[in-house]
C-alpha cells in the first residue's frame, strides 16, 4: 500500500519540510504478538497423545495443556492443497491447487500457482511490521519452478517471507535432504554419522533466525511458518527413538483402533456413541467396480491383521515404530522451540497452532515398503528381503512407509485416509494456544472449521486488517472465518455453516452438521460423476461416518448434492479430475528448455533437478568426461545422479575409472578399467551403454563399456533403472556426490570431490526415444503427495 508523501518539497531543502511517513519501515502495533503455524504432515486425528493415540507428543500436549483442541478441524486431504488454505484463507481450488503441484494442469482450480490476489499470510504481516520466517516443507511451487534457471516468484522469498530454509517439494531424505537457503541449494552441515537430521537441522534454523533479528530489534514480533518432514514417507527417525516403541504395536492395528477411540471417548474427542468403520469401508476390488466395471484401486485395500504371518506382523509392527519414533522426534525438536520461547521471554505472548496438513497416509498399499524405489519400478516387496532390513528401517538405508491399516489406526475413529474426502482424508488435529491472548487452558472445541480458517483467525488476534492490495494487485475475499470466537467460549455457535470438498474425484459438502460425502475412488478415472452414489451423515453426531442415511432422507441428499454444485461453482471447483496417475503424468506441461541429445555438465554447479536433468534410464547414453590430469593421484566423482535407492557415477578410484549403476537400491552393477589412468591434458574419460533387447520392457539391459579417448579400457553387462529416481529426491552433479551417495565404493570423503585433476566439462549423449514405465513414473509422482 503507498502512503501519500505529506511534506512540503521547494527547491532549497532548508524551505522544505521532510515527512518520513512514506519511507518508514513499518511497525506492528506495541506489544503485537508473535505467530507460529506448526504443519506436520501426514499425522491422523488420532496419532498424537493429546488426541488419545498411542504416539507420545508431551510437547504438542504441552501447547494443547495451554490452550485448545480442535475436533472438527479440516483440510482438503492432500497437502499442496491444504497448505495454500492455510497461508491463504482461501479455498484450494480458488488457489488453484485442486492438487499437488506436481499434477498441475492448465486450468485456473489447479495450475499449481496461487495467484497474486490471493496474498499469503507472510505478505500480509510482513508488510505491517512483523519479520517472516519459513522452514521445512514448501511445496507450493510447480516443478518447472523448482530449479536455479527459474523464476522465483513461488518460492518462499517470492510469497513474503524474508528468510527460509527446506526444501520446495513433496518428500525427501530426512538424512540426505534437499535443502535450499534463501534462493539456492546448499549441502547439509553435517553427516548422519555426525548427528544430522533434517528435524533437528531446521528447528536449529528456526531459531537462528529469530535470534537474528531479536539481536537487532528485540521488540519486533515474528511471524514462523515451521513445517517438518514428520511424518510423510520416508519414515525416518534416530534409532534411540524408534527403540522406545519397541513391542508397543506387536497387537495391530485394529486392536490399537479400538483402544484408542476408548481414550477418545474418555477425554471427550469424540462423542460417547461413536463407533468404528470396518478396515475396508468403501470396498474392495470384489465388492465395488466402477460404472463401467472397473475394480476398486487395490492400492486401497486393507489385510486384516490376523491374516498375516508372524513375519508380516513382525515387519508391520516395526514399520508402525519407526512412524511413532518420528513424530515423537519431530516433537521433541518443538519441544526445543518451546524452550527458546521460554527463555527468551516470548512464549507468553505467542500465539501458536499445530495441525496436520490431511489424514495419515495410506500410500504405502497393503503391504508397506521398506525401499519406495520397488513399487516405482514394478518389483514387488520380497518379505525375506524387507525382513533382512529391519533393523535398518528408518535409517539411511532404507526410504520406507507403512502399510495402510496403520493409516486406519492413526486416524481413529474415521474411515479411509489422505486423498479422500471421507474424515479419514480430512479431520485433522488442530491445537491452538495463546497464554496472554486467551483464557482456556487445555479445554476442547467441537465447533465446525476448516484449514482457511487460520488466516482470519490470525489477522482477528493481531488486530490486523487485510489489506486491499498486495503488491498492486486488489485482493479477493477470504473463504475462512475467524475462529476468536471459541477462544474463550466452549459453548459458542460456531461460524461456519457450508464447507466444500474436492479431491481427485473424490467429492464431499458440510452444511450445519450435516455432510454428503462421495464413494468415488482417487485417481480411478472412472469420470461418470453423475452416476456416483452420494452417502449421508449426520456427523454432528455421528463423526466416524458409519451410518449412511442416504436411503432414508433422499431429499436431504438432493439439497446437499446441490449444495455441493453451488459451492463448486463459487470455488472454481470445476473441471473435476479423477484421471488414473499416467493420464495425470503425461499430460504436457510448460517446461523451461525441451529434451535434447546432448548434455553438457560444469564442475561444482549446483545440483541439477532430475527434472531438468538428462534421461538416460530406458536407452543408451555414452558419459564423457574431458579433464586434465597432470600427475598419478586423481580420485573422485567425475558425474553422478541419483542415490543408493536407484542411481549411476563415473569417478575415479586406485588410479582407474569405475562405472557403478545402483539398480533399484537392490544390488551394484561396477564396471572397473583395466589399466592405468593416464596423465596429461584434454583426456577423455568415458562410459558407453548400449543396450540390446535381450531383456524385455521394462528393463533396459545392455554392454556398458569403458573408455580412455578411444581405447576401451573395460566392459561389462547391466540393466538400467525402468523408473525414475526422483523419488529419492538427488539430481545430478559434476565434481562431487552431494546427499546421499550412490556408492559406498567412492573414494575420500563426502561430498567425494574430484582431486589430483581439472574437470573441464562432462557431456552426456543419449540416442534414441527412452522406454519409460509411464504408469510407474505417474504413481511414483502421486506417491509424493
Not at 66 to 92: E, F, I, K, M, V
Not at 413 to 433: A, L
Request: charged residues 20%; negative net charge; glycine residues 10%.
Amino acid at each position: 500500500m503507498s502512503v501519500p508523501f505529506k511534506g512540503k518539497v521547494n527547491v532549497d531543502i532548508r524551505d522544505s519540510v521532510e515527512d518520513w511517513t512514506p519511507f518508514a519501515p513499518p511497525q506492528a502495533p506495541e506489544g503485537a504478538p508473535n505467530v507460529i503455524y506448526i504443519v506436520l504432515d501426514d499425522v491422523g486425528f488420532s496419532a498424537m497423545s493429546c488426541y488419545g493415540g498411542p504416539i507420545k507428543t508431551p510437547n504438542i500436549d504441552k501447547i494443547a495443556g495451554d490452550g485448545l483442541r480442535y475436533t472438527q478441524w479440516h483440510t482438503t486431504a492432500l497437502c499442496s492443497p491444504t497448505r495454500s488454505c492455510l497461508l491463504t484463507g482461501r479455498n484450494h481450488t480458488r488457489n488453484s491447487m485442486a492438487c499437488i503441484t506436481e499434477a498441475s494442469s492448465g486450468f485456473a482450480n489447479a495450475s499449481g500457482t496461487i495467484p497474486p490476489e490471493n496474498g499469503m499470510l507472510s505478505e500480509i504481516l510482513g508488510e505491517r511490521g512483523w519479520n517472516t520466517y519459513m522452514v521445512g516443507k514448501w511445496h507450493l511451487c510447480p516443478t518447472v519452478e523448482m530449479n536455479l534457471a527459474s523464476t522465483r516468484r513461488n518460492w518462499p522469498t517470492g510469497r513474503g517471507f524474508e528468510r527460509w530454509y527446506g526444501f520446495l517439494g513433496a518428500e525427501t531424505s530426512q538424512w540426505y535432504p534437499e535443502l535450499t537457503y534463501d534462493n539456492h541449494p546448499v549441502d547439509q552441515p553435517r553427516t548422519p554419522e555426525e548427528g544430522y537430521h533434517f528435524g533437528v537441522d531446521i528447528t536449529d534454523k528456526a531459531i537462528e533466525f529469530i535470534m537474528d533479528a531479536k539481536a537487532v530489534a528485540p521488540q519486533k514480533p515474528f511471524f514462523l511458518y515451521y513445517a517438518p518432514g514428520a511424518c510423510h514417507a520416508p519414515h525416518h527417525a534416530p534409532r534411540e527413538w524408534i527403540e522406545k516403541y519397541r513391542g508397543q504395536f506387536d497387537m495391530g492395528y485394529e486392536a490399537i483402533r479400538e483402544e484408542t477411540l476408548e481414550r477418545q471417548k474418555q477425554m471427550g474427542i469424540v462423542p460417547a456413541n461413536t463407533e468404528l468403520p470396518p478396515m475396508n469401508p468403501i470396498g474392495t476390488s470384489e465388492t465395488r467396480q466402477g460404472p463401467e466395471g472397473q475394480p476398486f484401486p487395490a492400492l486401497d485395500v486393507t489385510r486384516p491383521w490376523d491374516s498375516l504371518s508372524a513375519e508380516e506382523k513382525r515387519l508391520f509392527g516395526r514399520m508402525a515404530e519407526v512412524y511413532a519414533g518420528f513424530l515423537s522426534h519431530a516433537d521433541d525438536q518443538i519441544g526445543r522451540l518451546l524452550d527458546y520461547l521460554e527463555e527468551s521471554g516470548e512464549r507468553e505472548n505467542t500465539l501458536i497452532m499445530v495441525v496436520s496438513d490431511n489424514g495419515a497416509s495410506g500410500e504405502g498399499g497393503p503391504d508397506g515398503s521398506v525401499n519406495e524405489m520397488l513399487f516405482m519400478n514394478g518389483i514387488p516387496d520380497d518379505i525375506t528381503a524387507n525382513l533382512a532390513m529391519l533393523d535398518d528401517l528408518g535409517g539411511p538405508k532404507t526410504y520406507n512407509h507403512y502399510p495402510n491399516g496403520w493409516a486406519m489406526a492413526f486416524n481413529t475413529p474415521f474411515k479411509m485416509w489422505k486423498r479422500y474426502e471421507f474424515n479419514g482424508g480430512t479431520s485433522d488435529p488442530c491445537v491452538i494456544s495463546w497464554p496472554a491472548g486467551m483464557k482456556a487452558k487445555g479445554e476442547i472445541r467441537a465447533q465446525y472449521h476448516h484449514a482457511i480458517d487460520l488466516v482470519p483467525t490470525v489477522l482477528d488476534a493481531l488486530g490486523v486488517q487485510a489489506p486491499d492490495t498486495i503488491k498492486g494487485h486488489t485482493q479477493s475475499h477470504f473463504d475462512g472465518v475467524s475462529m476468536r470466537y471459541s477462544f474463550d467460549d466452549q459453548a459458542a455457535a460456531g461460524q461456519r455453516q457450508t464447507q466444500f470438498f474436492s479431491m481427485l474425484g473424490s467429492r464431499g459438502i458440510w452444511h450445519d452438521g450435516w455432510k454428503a460425502v462421495t464413494t468415488h475412488p482417487t485417481l480411478a478415472g472412472w469420470a461418470h460423476y453423475n452416476d456416483d452414489d452420494w452417502e449421508l451423515y449426520h456427523v454432528e453426531v455421528d463423526r466416524s461416518e458409519l451410518h449412511n442415511l442416504a436411503a432414508e432422507q433422499p431429499e436431504k441428499v438432493r439439497e446437499m448434492v446441490n449444495i455441493w454444485y453451488a459451492e463448486a461453482g463459487a470455488n472454481q471447483g470445476f473441471p473435476l479430475d479423477d484421471r488414473s496417475a499416467l493420464e495425470i503424468f503425461v499430460a504436457k506441461r510448460p517446461q523451461l528448455s525441451a529434451p535434447r541429445d546432448r548434455y553438457v555438465y560444469f564442475p561444482n554447479h549446483a545440483e541439477v533437478p532430475e527434472a531438468q536433468a538428462v534421461v538416460v534410464r530406458g536407452r543408451s547414453f555414452v558419459i564423457g568426461a574431458l579433464v586434465d590430469i597432470p600427475e598419478p593421484g586423481a580420485q573422485g566423482v567425475l558425474f553422478a545422479q541419483g542415490s543408493r535407492f536407484g542411481g549411476h557415477a563415473l569417478y575415479v578410484k586406485d588410479n582407474r575409472l569405475h562405472y557403478v549403476n545402483s539398480f533399484v537400491g537392490m544390488f551394484e552393477q561396477m564396471v572397473v578399467a583395466t589399466d592405468e589412468l593416464p596423465t596429461g591434458t584434454d583426456l577423455i574419460l568415458s562410459a558407453s551403454f548400449e543396450k540390446d533387447d535381450v531383456d524385455p520392457p521394462p528393463v533396459t539391459a545392455g554392454i556398458l563399456s569403458l573408455y580412455y579417448g578411444e581405447t576401451k579400457v573395460g566392459e561389462g553387462r547391466i540393466k538400467t533403472q525402468p523408473g525414475s529416481y526422483m523419488i529419492a529426491g538427488e539430481g545430478l552433479s559434476i565434481g562431487r556426490d552431494v546427499g546421499d551417495q550412490v556408492t559406498e565404493d567412492y573414494p575420500g570423503e563426502r561430498p567425494f570431490r574430484f582431486t589430483g585433476g581439472t574437470i573441464k566439462r562432462v557431456a552426456v549423449d543419449v540416442s534414441g526415444e527412452p522406454y519409460i514405465d509411464l504408469e510407474r513414473e505417474a504413481q511414483g509422482m502421486l506417491m509424493r503427495e
